[in-house]
């Protein structure tokens, strides 16, 4: 499978919904401290460079002012897709017209770096970010103007998951420890966990039971929740040596989930086992920021880290195979 080389450090990758070939990332300059960002679409059925260097292959790229940190396709509209920045914007790309047609909107509400994005894949017209100001926002993409905003964390909200059930139902991660799940229709969270010791940095959703939700935080631990009886975690995953950036659950395996750290490893886990962890690569040389699986080809993994590289392997390979 193919691997591609990125024009800087790598923060986030998403399979497209309606084409399997297709990937969408985000990478930063300098780490996304300073400089500029680039929103990639890349086209996976390129083939590697001779001698077997990785070529990337974009069939989109642009460049934005600003560090970009996360990255979603539209569920509706299979050339539309948002990009997360550390200016406090939202931007919407239709990767279907040139880049001087780009960005088709620049939503500009939040106070400080948006840090994470989600679609909702069951009502499919609406998206949520996640900020560095404590907020969390829902937008549609024929709006100029947020519909709401989500008050109740604390400290920076890191990531946002719609259930992959409930049309109005989504879940928030955040630097104040905790885990929230929402209802759009309520004006407070329905429920708070307080999901970890330190921050939690990311969560995700299981595709096949409404009910359970997985955690990731800075104390290097995956904890898997029931939210019907949230006192106690139902599984705890231990394994990574660092921060665990992101966790994914499996869109066709149930009890699957991906995860990956700062110890520059990508895990793969089945938490109902005894013996959870499935895998291990250990094919990136800097932080891996950003996992995907896609929906359309089962067992196709993709990762993207700060060693600039964006690899794409079906489970069970050698990501660095090409």
Known sequence: ????????????????????????????????????????????????????????????????????????????????????????????????????QNPVRLLREHAREVHGLDWNPVRRDAFLSASWDDT???????????????????????????????????????????????????????????????????????????????TGSVDKSIRVWDVRAPRAPLAQLAGHGYAVKRVKFSPHRQGMLMSCSYDMTVCMWDYRKEDALLARYGHHTEFVAGIDMSVLVEGLLASTGWDEMIY????GSDPRAM
Request: charged share 15%.
């Open 136 to 214: 969390l926002k829902l937008w549609s993409p024929d709006r100029p103007a947020s519909v709401r905003t989500f008050r109740g964390h604390e400290y920076c909200v890191y990531a946002a998951a719609w259930s992959a059930r409930h049309p109005d139902v989504f879940a928030s991660a955040s630097g104040d420890r905790t885990a929230r799940v929402w209802d759009v229709r309520e004006p407070a969270p329905t429920l708070v966990i307080p999901a970890h010791d330190h921050e939690v940095l990311s969560l995700d959703w299981d595709k096949y039971d409404p009910s359970i939700l997985a």
């Open 312 to 315: 794409v392997w079906p489970f």
């Open 1 to 100: 499978m193919p691997a591609f080389k990125a024009p800087a450090p790598g923060f986030s990758v998403r399979f497209s919904p309606f084409h399997e070939q297709r990937l969408l990332a985000a990478a930063s300059q300098h780490f996304g401290l300073v400089g500029n960002g680039h929103l990639l679409v890349l086209d996976l059925s390129a083939a590697a460079a001779p001698g077997g260097a990785p070529a990337a292959a974009p069939v989109f790229a642009f460049p934005t002012s600003d560090a970009l940190f996360d990255c979603a396709w539209s569920e509706s509209h299979e050339s539309l897709c948002a990009a997360a920045s550390g200016d406090g914007s939202v931007r919407l790309f239709d990767v279907a017209l040139p880049p001087a």
